[in-house]
């Protein structure tokens, strides 16, 4: 099973969820040899609920993925915490939803969770926990307690970061930082227009049906990752179309 950690199925946090663009991203996703993502949409993005009521009206839930045709689709969120960083939550939808219940006060800057909260919570829900681009100027997590980040299952070596700050530079010092907190790194394109998603893949020979299963497979390493050729050119597309289309949507 190849899959990308880190996506997103709206174009920004501004928009509405659109049935058809996330046709659109699972289509990409499937021509750029995927069969399966994890949908890390941002928790406080506009109508955060609406995604899984549209989405449970088109697709079956099974185990922990909705099944698109045959492709899956791992549930989860992009949450920011108090103290800087993003942490990629990806779990059960009945879990993950009443974890986003939970966090409705704390959808603005001023009232982030703070992180060791947010871990207890998806300790105790089962949720795969990834360090979103952990040395991303703007949202780091080098700045926490080793002790705290020790508790996550991954960090992300992610697509976008590796575009802005060079592949080998980013690969290496995000490498190296894995290892000196002890944890594995998975990939994720942090893709917000179809063209961008899939551009870095996490191969497993398992064919996976629940988070658990992944945690397990991530703990023991038995993965390999890719980052596609054509990195810097489908992130540079994407980012060209989805200038158009956020200020088409402004006119």
């Known amino acids: 099973m190849k899959i990308d950690f880190h996506t997103h199925v709206k174009l920004a946090k501004r928009v509405d969820f659109d049935i058809e663009f996330f046709n659109e991203v699972i289509l990409n996703a499937q021509e750029s040899g995927l069969d399966a993502i994890a949908m890390t949409e941002h928790f406080n993005t506009k109508n955060f609920y609406e ?11 099974e185990n922990d993925y909705y099944n698109v045709n045959g492709f899956k689709v791992f549930t989860g969120m992009e949450i920011d915490v108090k103290e800087v960083g993003h942490i990629l939550c990806i779990g059960n939808k ?11 006060g704390h959808t603005e800057k001023d009232t982030f969770v703070p992180f060791e909260e947010l871990l ?28 705290l980040l020790r508790r996550l299952d991954a960090f992300d070596l992610n697509g976008k970061d590796m575009h802005e700050h060079g592949i080998d530079q980013m690969r290496v010092d995000v490498m190296a930082f894995a290892k000196m907190i002890g944890l594995p790194v998975v990939y994720g394109s942090d893709s917000h227009h179809p063209i961008h998603i899939g551009v870095v893949q996490n191969s497993f020979e398992g064919d996976f049906q629940t988070i658990a299963e992944l945690k397990k497979a991530i703990a023991e390493g038995s993965y390999t990752s890719y980052i596609s050729p054509v990195l810097h050119t489908k992130i540079n597309a994407a980012k060209i179309v989805k200038k158009k289309m956020k200020e088409a949507l402004t006119i």
Do not use: F, V, W
Request: hydrophobic letters at 30%; aromatic letters at 6%; zero cysteines.
């Open 120 to 147: 207890a919570l998806g300790e105790q829900h089962g949720l795969l926990l990834i360090g979103g681009h952990p040395l991303r100027p703007t949202t780091p997590l080098h700045q926490h307690a080793p002790s």
């Open 94 to 104: 009945s879990k993950l939803l009443t974890i986003r219940r939970l966090l409705d």
């Open 51 to 61: 995604i899984y009521e549209q989405l449970d009206q088109h697709y079956p839930y």
